[in-house]
């Protein structure tokens, strides 16, 4: 079982003086990895396949309630920013969670128990079996734990409560009241830690080893990567969705990050399918959490130092996933941060929309795709860089809705539920006019 100090080991620690404050003229690297444009390792290239893709829509297939999550042309800031079409997937309606994560912690819990009852059955268990009573007798002898800064332990609370297993979630100082409160709906036990989310991740994996407990985390480390890349495979519905929904194949990709997990996927999916066809893909990290803009910089995973938190608490993360970074070393093109105040001008964006586009309800992290648009778009030099012509094609994905209500209130200016009702107003005149 993984221990603390391999997490130690693993990450090279930054003093906090080598960590440049990021400005406008260092947002944007290219990758220069001497990984970059290599095939993705056999073990993440299978992971990412297109059969094991489709596996997991079949098994999303067997969610009560699950339908694709809508796709939002934003014509209007298309034209107002000089590309040609923007396409926003937003996760933020995904199975009644709030984030695409809903897709990962749940299913992995779902497929960790369909694995241990086939051990112990001695025999191959099925999906469709996760209801009968020798199933649920198994669940209820297991305890799934994970770490969290919200979103991920909402799921895997969810995915425990769905199989009937004892969940117990690791929150740390920084997640907020209505977080915590949305993972305890789950009937999950709340496991304060003192610090931050790397921090919590420690602690989870030391109480999982001493507890029996089942860990599924979405960071991974040496040793410790077999869920985590069932959580990241898990995320591919989403991308293949997209492609079905979307009318031409998208020039360029920007999806944020936190340990890596929801990029590495898309990217890694994309570059299975399209090989060097794929769009340019640029992963997009908070300027005060930048770990994977870091490890770029210096050529493999590095731990950053902690500083001032971050608006984006769902990307506030220190070290890279260990299998993200193997995936992005070779599939992303370029590395980008964003500040607070970018990814609230972005929400504020969403919200408030050019004419004619609809709104999209975006939460801190939700955004930062578009707060990455925004400010490449802005930039003569990035967009040269970039190759973001006229004639670009964008695809991002807006990764939650306003998972913490009271705070999208505070940042917007509006309540959600405001910024939905827009649509319905924006729509009734589309049909009446
Ligand atoms: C809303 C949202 N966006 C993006 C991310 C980043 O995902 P990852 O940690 O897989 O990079 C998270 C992670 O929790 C999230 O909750």
Redesign the pocket.
């Known amino acids: 079982m993984h221990k603390r100090s391999e997490r130690l080991n693993f990450a090279i620690r930054l003093s906090t003086q080598s960590i440049k404050q990021v400005t406008s003229q260092n947002m944007l690297l290219l990758n220069q990895h001497t990984n970059y444009r290599g095939p993705l390792d056999a073990s993440d290239a299978d992971n990412l396949s297109v059969a094991a893709a489709r596996e997991v829509e079949r098994f999303l297939g067997y969610r009560d309630g699950h339908k694709e999550t809508p796709l939002i042309s934003l014509t209007g800031l298309a034209g107002e920013i000089g590309v040609s079409s923007i396409h926003v997937k937003d996760e933020g309606r995904r199975l009644d969670l709030g984030?695409?994560?809903a897709l990962g912690g749940s299913y992995a819990v779902i497929r960790i128990l369909l694995e241990e009852a086939s051990r112990q059955f001695s025999r191959d268990v099925g999906v469709s079996e996760l209801h009968t009573p020798e199933v649920k007798a198994v669940a209820a002898g297991m305890t799934i734990c994970c770490a969290t800064?919200?979103?991920?332990g909402r799921s895997v609370a969810y995915g425990a409560q769905l199989v009937g297993a004892q969940c117990a979630i690791f929150v740390h100082s920084g997640v907020s009241r209505e977080r915590i409160a949305a993972i305890a709906r789950f009937g999950a036990q709340i496991l304060r830690v003192e610090g931050n989310y790397d921090d919590s991740v420690a602690e989870a994996t030391r109480v999982a080893a001493e507890q029996g407990w089942t860990l599924v985390s979405?960071t991974s480390w040496p040793g410790y990567v077999r869920i985590p890349g069932l959580v990241m495979q898990r995320y591919t519905p989403l991308l293949s969705e997209a492609l079905r929904q979307l009318p031409e194949r998208p020039t360029h990709v920007f999806v944020?990050?936190?340990?890596?997990?929801?990029?590495a996927a898309v990217a890694g999916h994309l570059s299975v399918l399209l090989g060097h066809d794929r769009p340019f893909f640029t992963v997009v990290d908070p300027s005060r959490a930048a770990c994977l803009f870091e490890s770029a910089r210096v050529g493999h995973p590095v731990k950053v130092a902690h500083a001032q938190s971050t608006v984006m608490a769902?990307?506030e993360?220190y070290e890279p996933s260990l299998i993200?970074w193997r995936v992005l070393s070779r599939a992303a093109d370029a590395f980008m941060t964003v500040d607070d105040e970018d990814a609230i001008n972005a929400m504020k964006r969403l919200a408030n929309p050019t004419d004619g586009d609809l709104a999209v309800v975006a939460?801190e992290?939700?955004g930062v795709g578009l707060a990455a648009l925004l400010k490449a778009a802005s930039d003569p030099d990035v967009r040269a860089k970039i190759g973001l012509r006229a004639d670009a094609r964008v695809f991002l994905i807006n990764?939650?809705g306003a998972t913490d209500p009271r705070l999208y209130e505070q940042l917007v200016g509006f309540t959600p539920a405001h910024v939905s009702a827009k649509n319905l107003k924006l729509r009734k005149n589309m049909s009446t006019g």
């Open positions: 984030s695409f994560k800064d919200g979103n991920h979405d944020q990050s936190g340990v890596g997990g929801i990029a769902m990307l993360c993200a939460g992290s939700g990764t939650e």
